[in-house]
C-alpha cells in the first residue's frame, strides 16, 4: 500500500529541515505515476526546492505533462524496469508494458529534461540471441533519449513466477 502522500510530503519537509538537505531518492520498486504526481503537486504548490531521483513505472498514465510537472518538482532522473525490448520476451515476462509505451515515455523524460536510466535483463529463459540484439540495438538507437541502462543476467529466485511455474514460460 503506498504512502499517504500528505504524509510522504510532510516526511520529505521534516528531513529537508533536520538535514539540511534538499536531495532525496524514492526508494520503492516503481512509484506509480499518480502517487507522483501528487507529491510533484504538493512539491510545488508549497516550492519546497528539491532535487530528487526515483524509480518508477512503464504506465500508460505517463504522459508529457506528468514529465513537464516533475521536471517542476525538481526531478532530475527516473529509473525504470524495461528488462527487454523484445515483445516477445516482455510477454513472457509479464511485465505488462509495451516497448513502444516505454519510448514515449523516455521521450517524455527527455523532453522535461528528466534523465532515463533503463534496467535490462539478459538470458531470460527461451530468450534468443536475436532477441537479445534487439534490445541493444533499441537502446543504441535511442540514445538521445536513453541517458543511462545497466544489465544483469536472468537470475532464477525462489518464489518468482518462473521459480513457481516453470511451465507457463513461453
Known sequence: MPRNVDLLYDDIEALKSKYNTAYFTFQDEGVSPKLISELSGKIIENNLGISWLADSRFETAFSSELGGK???????????????????????????IKKDNALKICKFCADAGIWTHLFLIFGFPTETRNEARETMDFILQNNQ?????????????????VYENPSSLC
Open 145 to 161: 533519449i536513453i541517458r543511462s541502462m545497466s544489465f544483469g543476467s536472468f537470475q532464477l529466485t525462489r518464489h518468482s513466477k
Open 70 to 96: 516533475l521536471a517542476d518538482a525538481g526531478c532530475k532522473m527516473l529509473y525504470f524496469g524495461l528488462e527487454s525490448a523484445n515483445e516477445r520476451v516482455l510477454g513472457c515476462m509479464d511485465k505488462g
